[in-house]
């Protein structure tokens, strides 16, 4: 990557150091101040989800420097899969702590903008840079030297915080967008529980109830098996092709492209490992790896699909898995799983209000793929150094204005729908 500015070590504008070494006693299962690990660095994000955190009782001073801060990028210094991954937690909402074994990339007030840093050093570039230091020892291993000594193009701190608010502008669309996404699936996932759990549905009426192997239920409704309404069949080995039109999903969802599909429009079900039982969906083309098992509606039943999904979701198909080593999920057990099938009637009405939040969905997700390619394809050219930022930064501002004039959040009259 040619650039014109300068390269410097990142050490000229960040310490880096690494996470405590917490003894196991320290860290307790639900302790007051969550303990950050290499586990919560995923996809270029520090998430929240910690197993263990120290008790309020054992907090102190010297703790200080592993706090957790804005700005601070965490690196894995360990692991065949994880070395040289980075992430940062954008909203930190309570103290956290940074355990050993993860750096701490901490940019040096008025020398670097977080910003600037943390996109620069996202490059796959740099992550296949430190990963590489890793190399050749039985557990790959970096350190904090390591880390400080990559080499990166720094601009002045004023281009460096226009660079950087250009790039995390696209993020926060990102980010707004998927705070949509979660908006509309828990609206469709309460709409399903009103129906179909709680039978709060419009119109009703008097119910007159039978009793089930479910328990008991609406007269004209009946338990069969999902057998009934799904035919499932395992993924296969997919070559990824980063440059492919189709969706590639894997047990933990979304996980790159590929340029042929297998199936137009489905469910992808984990079918192994720590994501056995995730339920994804699919509203166009895709292709899926051999972690998963596909569900696709029986012949004539493809409009229903938003209630498979939202069934298939409710079942919580995790705790059907078997194998402790390795949990996993079999077609057989799938499809007897028992479940409700209502009137015909009922589920087109259900699936005609569900489909189109399934629909949204959909868009929302495809725009921040377009998003995170404009970002990516952005990214090294702010950096060369090449061009115009002020004009990068009104067109980047008037798109954003444009396109999301006040970031609405869908709104639904949910009392409408029970």
Not at 319 to 331: C, E, F, K, N, V
């Amino acid at each position: 990557m040619n650039s014109k500015f300068p390269q410097q070590k990142l050490a000229s504008i960040a310490k880096v150091y690494s996470g405590f070494a917490f003894h196991s006693r320290d860290m307790q299962p639900g302790g007051d101040i969550p303990i950050l690990k290499i586990s919560n660095i995923q996809d270029k994000r520090v998430t929240q989800d910690c197993s263990s955190g120290l008790p309020a009782a054992a907090n102190s001073r010297r703790f200080d420097k592993f706090r957790l801060r804005a700005g601070d990028v965490l690196v894995a210094m360990t692991g065949e899969r994880s070395v040289g991954k980075l992430g940062r937690m954008r909203k930190i909402d309570r103290e956290y702590l940074v355990n050993q074994r993860v750096a701490i990339i901490r940019p040096l007030p008025d020398q670097g903008d977080p910003d600037y840093l943390f996109h620069v050093l996202t490059m796959e570039k740099y992550e296949k840079t430190l990963s590489s230091y890793g190399l050749g020892a039985g557990q790959p291993n970096i350190n904090p030297v390591q880390i400080a000594s990559l080499m990166l193009p720094l601009p002045p701190l004023g281009i460096q915080r226009k660079i950087g608010s250009i790039l995390t502008g696209f993020e926060d669309l990102i980010e707004n967008n998927n705070e949509r996404i979660r908006i509309l699936e828990s609206l469709a996932q309460s709409i399903y529980r009103k129906w179909f759990v709680d039978f709060r549905f419009p119109r009703r009426g008097k119910l007159t109830w039978v009793e089930s192997p479910l328990g008991k239920i609406p007269k004209g409704w009946r338990v069969g098996t999902l057998g009934e309404l799904i035919q499932f069949q395992t993924g296969s080995s997919i070559k990824p092709d980063p440059k492919g039109a189709y969706a590639l999903y894997g047990s933990n969802g979304l996980i790159g492209k590929s340029s042929g599909f297998q199936f137009e429009r489905g469910m992808i079900i984990g079918r192994v490992g720590n994501y056995c039982g995730s339920v994804q969906y699919s509203h166009s083309a895709f292709c899926a790896s051999g972690n998963t098992v596909i569900a696709l509606p029986l012949e004539g039943k493809d409009e229903l699909i938003p209630y498979l999904y939202y069934t298939l979701k409710h079942l919580s198909l995790g705790q059907l898995a078997s194998g402790s080593a390795q949990p996993q999920i079999t077609q057989s057990v799938l499809k007897s799983q028992p479940v409700l099938i209502p009137p015909v009637s009922f589920l087109k009405k259900f699936c005609s209000v569900t489909f189109e939040l399934l629909r949204q969905i959909d868009h929302l997700k495809k725009e921040n793929e377009n998003l995170h390619k404009t970002r990516e394809l952005l990214l090294p050219e702010l950096i060369s150094g090449r061009l115009d930022l002020e004009r990068v930064e009104r067109k980047a501002s008037s798109t954003r204005s444009r396109e999301y004039p006040q970031h609405k959040n869908p709104r639904f009259d949910l009392n409408s729908l029970i």
